[in-house]
């Protein structure tokens, strides 16, 4: 039978768990409604530099208070990667490195995170970063992280986002179209609203361009 002291330290166990669970919940939207804020309301290019900048910097002091959450790595790697779409040109190589290695790392250990979006993610990277000998560029690879990230979550936003401008890119205008649709058809994140609004605009620039 448990003795009472027994009990009384799992109690205070869980209870030490689930505090740092919701912190790192509360840290994550914190994050995500500050990467919305640079990405969409921020025009000038050096104030959108300086304010990811920050949502870095704040994003690696969550992380090292919660080593390893694999969702405050996922969105790490997501800042620093557009943060370095931000600064642009060869600079910015270092940060798609670092972010590379953070979502692979997701993979490894956590690869449903967040509904799959370390494949969103890396995959994305795989297009638009530059190819040997400046970049890890590689389209094949590309393809294949996006369609895992639709094999994980089919209905969501970003990976039918992601997946067509990957098709637009490479000439299959007919075959984005339809992945675009599909991104706006996505159900609403309730507590995403202004990332679903701006990606939505996106969509509807890219579905401008191609017909």
């Known amino acids: 039978m448990m003795n009472n002291k027994r009990l009384l330290t799992l109690a205070i166990c869980s209870t030490l768990t689930a505090s740092a669970s919701f912190a790192a919940s509360t840290e994550l939207q914190a994050l995500q409604t500050s990467w919305a804020k640079c990405q969409y309301n921020t025009s000038d290019k050096d104030q959108k530099e300086q304010c990811l900048n920050e949502v870095v ?3 690696t002091e969550y992380l090292d208070a919660h080593p390893n959450d694999p969702e405050l790595t996922v969105w790490l790697a997501i800042n620093k990667s557009t943060l370095a779409g931000a600064k642009g040109g060869l600079g910015a190589l270092s940060l798609v490195k670092e972010a590379k290695a953070l979502l692979e790392s997701v993979i490894d250990r ?15 990277l795989y297009y638009q970063v530059p190819g040997w000998p400046l970049g890890f560029g590689n389209d094949k690879t590309a393809e294949q992280m996006l369609k895992k990230a639709l094999e994980i ?10 997946y067509a401008d990957f098709l637009a890119q490479d000439g299959r205008k007919e075959e984005a179209k339809q992945y675009f649709n599909r991104a706006l058809q996505a159900p609403s994140r309730p507590d995403r609203p202004l990332a679903d609004q701006g990606r939505k605009m996106e969509i509807q620039a890219k579905l401008k361009e191609l017909s």
């Open 153 to 162: 979550n089919p209905n969501g936003i970003d990976p039918n986002y992601f």
């Open 110 to 124: 956590a690869p449903q995170t967040l509904d799959g979006s370390a494949y969103t993610s890396l995959g994305s």
């Open 57 to 59: 910097q704040k994003n």
